[in-house]
């Protein structure tokens, strides 16, 4: 997602009906041309349709990225999983959109792809892959089993005429371990050590990062003037420091990084100060040398 660069397309008002148009033209031209055989004028009404069907293609594209961005972080699925499933339902969306409902492009296109993530649970890891369609088949076969519960529900996915498979994966439930693990005092106190966070990221920072984190919350909680007379630098340059620190260091605890940077990892807040103050001094050199 970081490196995907879609274009910026805006619709006007009415653009999106014209668009449709177009995109309705050229795909009856080509049905055209499949039957009756190639013509130049139908030729040109083809490429013309795919000129808007592209136009509203990346328009969609940019709707179902917001619509999966924003549900990756309700539910923690990865974004490119969910983008791909977005991107599906966008381009079922530029063929079967009818402008002649009222309603805009974007707000059909939002439509679709959410309902392409609608079934999300699906993309979580170890989870099961059912699908609304897997669900319904359930529901088809328990209808035509009735109140006979003797009956298995295979036979009864064979009478109603679903798919066995189908009926499978739609009666596996998600279960909660949560009640048991409260029960058990070992297993909680194993979950308290999991959710326990040490200092030992801090090894994981870079130099500068890791002495403005320590010296701000970890020794004596100095505030931003005494840290900048120490480095030798302004106020405003340590906050800026703190909060590139503070990102990095939430990077590293969302992560699983195992590497650290390629800074000496036992270096102390001396050190760092030291190499702080000879390159801001080396700057303020070289800033005040001016020429005759």
Same mark, same amino acid.
């Given at each position: 997602?970081?490196?995907?660069? #879609? ?25 055209? #041309? ?20 592209? #136009? ?14 924003? &549900?990756? #972080? ?130 994981? &920072? ?46 590293? &605890? ?39």
């Amino acid at each position: 997602m970081e490196n995907l660069n #879609i274009p910026l397309v805006w619709l006007a008002d009415g653009e999106d009906v014209a668009l449709a148009r177009c995109v309705e033209a050229g795909l009856y031209a080509q049905h055209l #041309i499949d039957t009756r055989g190639d013509d130049d004028l139908l030729r040109r009404v083809v490429e013309e349709g795919t000129k808007a069907m592209e #136009i509203l293609w990346w328009v969609g594209l940019r709707v179902g990225g917001k619509v999966a961005a924003r &549900l990756a #972080i309700n539910t923690g699925v990865s974004q490119e999983e969910l983008f791909q499933q977005a991107a599906l339902g966008v381009a079922t969306a530029v063929r079967s959109y009818d402008h002649a409902r009222g309603f805009r492009y974007t707000t059909f296109v939002h439509h679709v792809a959410a309902q392409a993530l609608s079934d999300v649970d699906q993309l979580r890891v170890c989870a099961p892959g059912s699908t609304r369609g897997d669900r319904r088949a359930v529901r088809l076969a328990e209808r035509a089993r009735g109140d006979d519960l003797e009956i298995p529900l295979e036979e009864a996915a064979s009478a109603a005429g679903v798919s066995v498979s189908s009926v499978a994966r739609g009666t596996i439930r998600n279960v909660s371990f949560d009640p048991e693990a409260a029960a058990d005092e070992t297993a909680q106190d194993g979950f308290d050590k999991v959710m326990r966070t040490g200092l030992g990221f801090l090894e994981l &920072l870079s130099t500068r990062h890791r002495a403005v984190l320590q010296a701000r919350y970890l020794s004596s909680s100095k505030t931003f003037d005494e840290i900048a007379a120490e480095f030798r630098v302004s106020s405003t340059t340590v906050m800026r420091w703190e909060r590139s620190a503070i990102r990095e260091a939430r990077a590293v &605890l969302d992560s699983d990084r195992t590497v650290s940077p390629s800074v000496s990892r036992g270096q102390p807040i001396a050190a760092a100060s030291s190499a702080s103050q000879a390159r801001s001094t080396g700057r303020t050199a070289r800033g005040g040398r001016k020429g005759p």
